[in-house]
């Protein structure tokens, strides 16, 4: 029902971050890292999660994936951000191994059973010169699925068709003016990619950059979240309402929507929430400043 809203942050005071929204048969799946406690004093991540919801309102959790079921082994508290993709009735889910390397596993559900099918990265720490973690997982209108990763400078490769291997090798993606929560010149890390019409959008939280091919050049428009169109109720206090927007781009129902990390319940960047907003774009393909309320985004 048109006007329904699901309030922000959804699903608070669970450590719920670095959201990640799939469509798949008409229900929201959403791929998510956990903060283990309000009281850690730094990233302590055990395990990934799944929820799924058929509204965007009521979220049921699907399955938790702690890393003893990956070469990763047990005891490993770094386990951040994390995408899926689906391909052939397979679904396929990359994990980070902290700001190292990344991981897959892959699944007949999109909430598995899952297992590893290398028993290695898929993306080792030695394959370019940044960090290969925080993946995003893009497929484009003629089937072809691409993973993104990175910090500072961000990385693209067309994955193969069995989505546990590279088809090529990665290429640095050119971003012209990039602009990021650090200032001028300085992107971040959480790429992700979505397409709408002819343009490719690449984000890094709430910043992002345009181009014509998937490839780039991207360049870069600023951010879409502004202090002045956020709720009082979920800005950081003094700190930027721009930094660790970690999320993802989705269509629902007709409509796009932004989901992304949200810490101003907690007050701390170790124990965060995800709040949703409705996302509207411009006669040129620009993503217009949205509006980020504790209401919640409208749903369609």
Known sequence: MKG??????????????????????GRAWLYATHDSSPKSTGYVMEDWWVWSSADLVEWRHECTLGPERTYIGPGFRSCWATDAAERGG?????????????????????AG????????????????PVGAYDPGVFTDTDGESYVVFGVWDFYIARLAEDMVSLAESPRRMEIIDPEGPYGAGRTDDKPYMHR?????????GCYYGMAEDVYGPYRCRGSFLRRELVDPALRY?????TLDRHGSFFRWKGGWYFICNDMSRSG?????DSSICRVEYGPDGEILPVRLSAEGAELD
Do not use: K
């Open 4 to 25: 329904r809203t699901a309030g922000n942050p959804i699903l608070p005071g669970i450590g719920l971050c670095d959201p990640h929204v799939r469509v798949f048969d």
């Open 90 to 110: 397979s679904y396929y889910w990359y994990l980070s191994e902290g700001n190292r390397r990344t991981a897959v596993v892959t699944g007949p559900t999109p």
């Open 113 to 128: 059973p899952w297992r590893d099918p290398l028993g290695r990265p898929l993306l080792g720490s030695d394959l370019v």
């Open 196 to 204: 709408r019409g002819g343009v490719y959008y690449l984000s890094w």
């Open 237 to 241: 206090g003094s700190r930027p309402v």
């Open 268 to 272: 701390t960047p170790y124990f965060r």
